[in-house]
């Protein structure tokens, strides 16, 4: 397939996946996941990322990562016992370079914002707790992923 044939197919196949990422992205938004209590929005994704026939792992999180010195988040009573991270994996082939996404799905508290977890799209912008900071970026991430997967794209 040609680069500009390959454009084309995966602009197809985002736009037929939008619908479903949008989706994603109003149900993780749904979900409060303030830092500490991010363990249902984290099994939504997994089980969104697993559709894709990925393999995802769950990866503890240390309590000792507060110990290094380049820590950037020292609160007071912060733990990450019983924490984890999401890794998905979706294989390449020729033992070449591999594709690393990342983000988080925790997110700061919503104080007295009583919408903040009832996603609404007005004029084309979606409002709710993570939107942007980070489920959005979860949510292009898996449609990135869905397109390539059903276009048979092998990295």
């Not at 984290?42 to 559709?51: I, P």
């Not at 591999?98 to 996603?119: K, N, R, Y």
Request: with cysteine; glycine share 8%; hydrophobic share 40%.
């Amino acid at each position: 397939m040609s680069p500009s044939s390959l454009c084309s197919a995966l602009q197809n196949a985002v736009t037929r996946r939008s619908q479903d990422a949008r989706e994603l992205l109003q149900t993780l938004i749904s979900i409060p996941s303030e830092s500490g209590s991010e363990t249902a929005a984290l099994l939504h994704a997994e089980s969104a990322f697993r559709r894709l026939s990925g393999t995802c792992t769950r990866q503890a999180i240390p309590d000792s990562l507060t110990a290094d010195p380049d820590f950037a988040f020292r609160e007071e009573g912060r733990t990450y016992d019983g924490r984890w991270n999401l890794a998905v994996d979706l294989p390449g082939v020729g033992g070449g370079r591999s594709l690393l996404v990342q983000t988080h799905i925790d997110t700061v508290p919503a104080g007295d914002w009583a919408e903040a977890f009832s996603p609404r799209w007005i004029e084309g912008e979606v409002f709710g707790r993570g939107a942007c900071d980070c489920k959005g970026q979860i949510a292009v991430m898996w449609l990135a992923l869905a397109a390539l997967s059903d276009l048979d794209v092998k990295l």
